[in-house]
Structures are given as C-alpha cells and as structure tokens.
C-alpha cells in the first residue's frame, strides 16, 4: 500500500481549493469579457445605425434645397450646404471603421459611399445650373431631368434589401443586446454564488480534514504530555503513517524508555544505602528513598510534608540551615555534618551531600550514615592513645635499659652479650621509629599537626640533618653544595624531612655511591633537592611513591626494610608549609627528590 503523507494530503486538499478558486474567477472574467464584448457589439450597432439614419437625412436634406431651387424666392444656405456634404463625408468614414471587422457589411457601406458621392456630385451638378426657367434650353431640361434620375438611382440604394436589412440586423443588435447583458450578469451572479458555495464546502471539508487529521490527534498527543508528566498511562498509540502518527509512536518509545530509566533509577534509589530526598523552598520533604527506615527508623510516607528540620538534633539547627543557606548562595559546595534524631532515640552523625536547583526551587540531598566510620575514628584514636602511652613509653624505658647495658654501668657484657644489646636497640630504635611515624600520620590526617615557622638558613638546616648519619655506610658520601638561601618553615618538621629523604637515598645507593643535597631558587620559592645514582625507580611506581606503606624497591626489602610511612610523612609535612614534593628518576641513572618552601628574600 502507497504511503501518503500528511503534508501530500494537505497540499492535495489545498491545491484542489486552488483549483476550484482559479476554475471560478476564469469563469467569470470570461463572462465579465463576453458582457464587454457584447456591450461593444451593441454600441457599434447602435452607432451604425444613428449614422446611416444621419446620412439618410442630410442627402434628403440636400435632396429638398436643391429641389428649392427652381423657386426664384428660394436662397441657399451655402454654408449649410458645405457643413451637409462634410458631415456625410465624416459619417461615411465612420461607418467604414465601424464595419471594417465584417466583409459583407465593410462591401455594403463602401458600395453606399460610392453611391452617396456620386449621388452629390450629380446633385452638385444641379445646384450650379442655371435657377431660372425660362432661361432652361430643351438641351439643359433634358440634361437636367437625367441628372435627376441619376442622383435618384444612386440614392436608391439606401433603399436596397441589402442595406436595409443590414440596418434592421443592427437595430435588432442593439434591442437584444440589454437582453443579453442581463443574460450575462444573470450567469456572473450564478457563477460567483456556486463559486463561494463550492469554496466554503471544500474549506469546510479542509477544516474537517485538518480538525479529525490534526488537531484532535495533537490533542492526543498532547494528553499524553500531561500524562506523562503525571505518571499515568498513555492513549493508544495513533494509527496511519503519517507523520503524526510517527511523531506518536515515537512518543510512545520515549515514554517506555524514560519509563525503563525511572524504574532503574529508582530501583537504585530503593537498594542504595544512603538516604536521598528532595527538599522544597519551604524545607518540606517532597519525596524519599526507603533507605530511610535505616537512617531514622521511619518509613517515607511518615516524613513526606514534614519539615526536614525536625529530624535534625536541635543543637545543630542553625549549623544546618547556615550550611543550606550557603549552598543556595553557590558559597558552599562541599559536604557537611549533622546528627539526626532515630526513631528509637539515638543520634546518628550523617553527612550531607546537598545541591540547589534554581530551576525546580528545590534542594537535593544524599545523606550518608556516618556513625560507624566516626566510631572507627574513635577506636582509632583510642588506639593511637594504647600505642603513646602503653607502647611506647615501655618501648622508651627499654632503649634507656639497653643504652645502660652498652654503657657497662650494670656490669660488664660478655662479647655476645654485647652483640645482642645492639640488635635489641637496633629493632627497639626501628620500633619507635614506627610507632612515631604512626602518631605523625594520624596527627597530620586529624590536622591537629601544628607548626612553629621561623626563618631558617638552608644549607645549616642541611648539614645539621646530614650529622646524624655521620659516616655513611657502605662507603657512601653525603655531598652538600653550597647555597645562601633561607626559607621560613618549621627547623625540626624540615630537618626530618631532609633526613627522611637522605636515610631513603643512602638506602638504594650502590656501595661507594655519593648522595647530594642542593638548593636553588625559583622566584619566591626555594626548591631543596636529595639526589642518588642508585638504580632508580621503574616509571609504573613513581605515582604511587608517597603513598603510605609503599616501597619503591620491592626486591630490596629484605636488606632495606622501612615503615612505609617515610615518604608520605614528608609529603604531608611539605604541603603544610604550603609547599610542594616531586620525584624524578631514570632506571639505572638514579633518583631525585626536590621540595619547594616559601622563601625568605
């Protein structure tokens, strides 16, 4: 089956209307041409006429002062007479024109015009003889009684069948002619009526067609956006294939997808574990998730309408709304606390993740239970506490044991006695070591680290960190170049750092290997370098060098055993001081680190 499209329809209907349209104003304008001919017929008739009954009177006319003239009183109006004779010859010629379009009258009326000349020129004749009787010889009576007869044979022939008839057929033009002007007008007027009548049908039809092809079925298509948008079934889809009905199937399709995407969305906002709301202008829930129930112990349908704050603990009220106040303004876009009343009576600690819409007038919000994490932070500082006070302050008492034991002052040691002290505060001194990097990481997470910033020359600051490796082991050299730049930073944050990074450099050099320390100035920074020719680090770990318990030289730590926390303990110390740490290293070249801290000009 052919296809047809709305548009084609359209232009169908529209084109058959313009077809009626130009059918009926042909009609007329022909109607309105043949009236205007026939008005012209009528008036060319009627002008045929007049002037073949003028001509007529003029020659009779002319006829009676020529015949006055054998009466001695009778004068002739000379004149008159000359006015007669261009008046015929004018008359004539516009009969000519008047006739010209028609053979057989065009040959009538010059046959008449010769006549009609010549039947002057005789009379002309007769004027210019003699006017006195008895002065007429036999020879002019008789010339003068041919000449009569001759003007009267050509003045017969106004009198012809011919002419007369010809002059009846115009005078009959002219009285039918009203007749048939009527007749025309009379079919103008039928013409126009049929041509409105047809035209409002076919209109009516297009209405129709556009009404039951268009407009009801927007309306369709309409009602489903609003049903849509209220989430509630669709009218049957559209039947054709046209491009409306395309348009509804299309419709159709979207509303399953968005309906698909709105039953996993909310499949995922049932099954996620967070609290998700939405909040209107005046702090109403408008709509929830049931991950509620776990939050607060209530369902949605008991907080739907409720104001949002009334589930917040009162002492964190206003902290609550300031937080949302700065959201709305843009000055707030990170996440905030707040405890939240359970229905059992607990407190539960949440953070909120909130985001305006300008559009909608309406807050959006996931509110994450943070209650066991905050626990864990609090079993952590309690742990961080055992370890201070219950590791190592015994940890502390045993190295000051072991240094008394080393000394001799509780007796002299036996040689393997000796060795063994050593290991001991070997391993207790890596203990502490731990335990202190441990505390540094927790304090500088809780940002309870504070630091005590004074000027501080740099390459003294150097070569204080480089004392306390003394002689370096395996033959290794600790190079210092020289340098006179100063920093304002914390001396002892600093000196670890330096001294972090050496023990790292020392540690994967090769035996005689040297590590350099340097400084350089990079306009209101000063960037302070710890360099090694040891193996280098493979390019895969570099990014992940300042993690925590992260080794750069995972075959090595057998013989290089560390915490893991170095590293990352200078990184955190270095950004304190609004400062920045990088590693450069080539496989089998060797490693840099370098740090920047704000100098001091």
Partial sequence: MVRISLTARVLSLVTAILAAEIFFVWSVADLESQAEREAARALRSQRITEDINLVLRIVYDVYGNITNLAASTYVLDESLYQEHLAEVKRLTRELK???KHDRNQRKLVNKATENIELSLQTLDKLKNGPRDESLWSPEYRKERKRLWKEAREHAIFFRSEEFVKMSQDQK??????????AEYRRQMKVMLFGGLVVN?????????FLVRTITERIKIMSDNAVRLAGGRDLNPPLEGDDEIAGLDRTFHAMARSLSEAARKERAVLDNVKDMVCSIDEQGRFQAINPAVEQVLGLGPDDLLGAYFVDTVVQDDIPAVLAAIEAVKSGELSQPFEARLKHKDGRTPM???????????????????????????????????????????????????????????????????????????????????TL??????????????????????????????????????????????????????????????????LIANALKFSPSGGTVTLSARSQ????EISVSDRGKGISADLLPFVFDRFQQAHKSETVVAVGSGLGLTICKAIVELHGGEIKVESTEGEGTTFSFTLPGVS
């Fill in 350 to 432: 949440t953070l909120w993740s909130v985001h305006w819409s300008q559009t909608e007038k309406s807050l959006f919000c996931v509110i994450h239970d943070i209650t066991e994490r905050m626990e864990l932070e609090r079993l952590k500082q309690d742990l961080v506490a055992m370890i201070t006070h219950d590791l190592r302050t015994p940890l502390s008492s045993v190295m000051a044991f072991l240094e008394m034991l080393e000394t001799g002052m509780l007796g002299e040691l036996t040689e393997n006695g000796e060795n063994l002290s050593l290991v001991a505060e070997r391993n207790s001194r890596r203990m502490l």
């Fill in 200 to 208: 409002i049908l076919l209109s009516l039809v297009l209405a129709l």
């Fill in 97 to 99: 024109s008047l006739v």
């Fill in 172 to 181: 009959e033009i002219a009285r039918q002619s009203p007749e048939k002007l």
């Fill in 523 to 526: 306009e209101e920074l000063v």
């Fill in 435 to 500: 335990i202190n990097d441990l505390l540094d990481v927790e304090k500088i997470k809780s940002g309870s680290m504070e630091l005590s910033l004074n000027e501080v020359e740099v390459q003294p600051l150097m070569e204080q960190a480089v004392q306390l490796f003394g002689t370096a082991s395996n033959g290794n050299r600790i190079e210092i170049e020289p340098c006179r730049f100063s920093v304002r930073a914390d001396e002892g944050k600093i000196e670890r750092v330096l001294q972090n």
